[in-house]
């Protein structure tokens, strides 16, 4: 599954972060991250983004994360509404 749209989730407070999906030009997953803890969850956070696409079928998306401090079930809402806007709801079904 592709995306749609460009879409966001997110603020800029504390214990949160921003997450801009758009469709991926040259294919594949691309992710930008940066973060204020990014030498002790860098991999982390970067793990629950891409286990969050693929769990919802998008294989063509560019993704850039603004953390600041946000925790694993944050990141997951945040990715989640993303896509949602974007106008990924869900895995495809072979009918």
Do not use: F, H, W
């Not at 030498?39 to 769990?55: A, C």
């Not at 949602?84 to 895995?91: L, V």
């Amino acid at each position: 599954m592709s995306l749609i749209k460009q879409a966001q989730a997110g603020t800029l407070e504390s214990n949160d972060i921003v997450i801009m999906v758009a469709p991926s030009v040259g294919g594949g997953i691309v992710i930008e991250l940066q973060s204020l803890v990014m030498p002790q969850y860098g991999q982390q956070i970067r793990n629950i983004i891409e286990s969050t696409i693929k769990e919802q079928g998008v294989d063509d998306i560019y993704i850039k994360a603004v953390d600041r401090g946000a925790l694993d079930c944050t990141i997951r809402a945040r990715m989640l509404a993303a896509l949602a806007r974007a106008g990924a709801t869900g895995k495809e079904e072979n009918v």
